[in-house]
């Protein structure tokens, strides 16, 4: 059993983990394209070897070496792609062209809609499996990996009629194997969706610890302040960049829409606020307590 993980940070190590543990026999080629993550991941030794994707500058590290694409994919039984979503459908079609006939490709970007276009008409979609683990933390990199991350958490299926039935048997017998449940979706739906659960709860992260930070110059003494409430709000601040900038990049006007009603919502609040209108701001949070019961039965 050959995979090749391309992209090994928190999504990628972390399967690495799973895969192990549940096949120990499986040989796992890591791909990243930062020397130092390979480097890591092998003492780590979540992946067997390590390789870094081919780029202008050479690398310094013969633990290393640099390969085009095609080089690390020829071999494997399982690709799986775990980098940045703005990437995975320039990448897809390159892997595809130099499969073996049998292989598995499956990515984990938090979009679906370009990556599911991306191939539509190439002639080996039938080896592609376009999926999106709803699992993750807020660090990042190899370090960030962790055994378990995806037990009993929710893996969304896009298109999956497009995939070879025997090859979607295989790929839904992996991720039972390592704890995942599982929910079909059509692309579009799922981008949409996506935007107000997860895209939009991270830009509030963001912007609530950069008004902090912004007030901060001023009264030094706020972070002493900050309680529980505070660290669990910006916990997802602590994500990277790297990979929620081209996030937003792909599901833009998802997450413009989602923006404009929460923009809505917390200038009503203000209103509210501003009018002394607290029997409102109360009903607001009264009518919103019901998520509680809606969170509860997903678990």
Known sequence: MNVTIIGLGLIGGSLALDIKA??????????DAVDKHV??????????????LHHNQPSNHAETPEIRLAHAVNDADWVIVTVPVNHIATML?????????E???????????????AVEHHPKRRNFIATHPIAG??????????????????NIICEVEKTAFKLQEKALALFKKIGMRIRYMDPVSHDTHIAYVSHLSHISSFMLGKT?????????????????????TVRLAKSSPTTWASIFKENKGNVAEALRLYIANLQKFQQLLEQDDFEGIYQEMEDTNRIKDILNGIK
């Open 103 to 117: 292989a598995i490709v499956f990515d984990a970007g938090s979009t679906k809609a370009a990556i599911c276009k």
């Open 137 to 154: 933390t807020e660090f990042s990199g190899p370090s960030a990996a962790v055994h378990g991350l995806f037990n009993g958490k929710t």
């Open 212 to 232: 902090v930070i912004e007030k901060e110059k001023d009264e030094t003494d706020i972070f002493d302040m900050a309680g529980s409430g505070f660290a669990s």
């Open 22 to 31: 549940a096949f120990p026999e499986a040989r796992i080629f890591g791909v």
């Open 93 to 101: 079609p390159e892997i595809l062209d130099n499969i073996k006939e």
């Open 39 to 52: 480097e890591e991941a092998l003492l780590l030794g979540f992946i067997n070897h390590g390789v870094c």
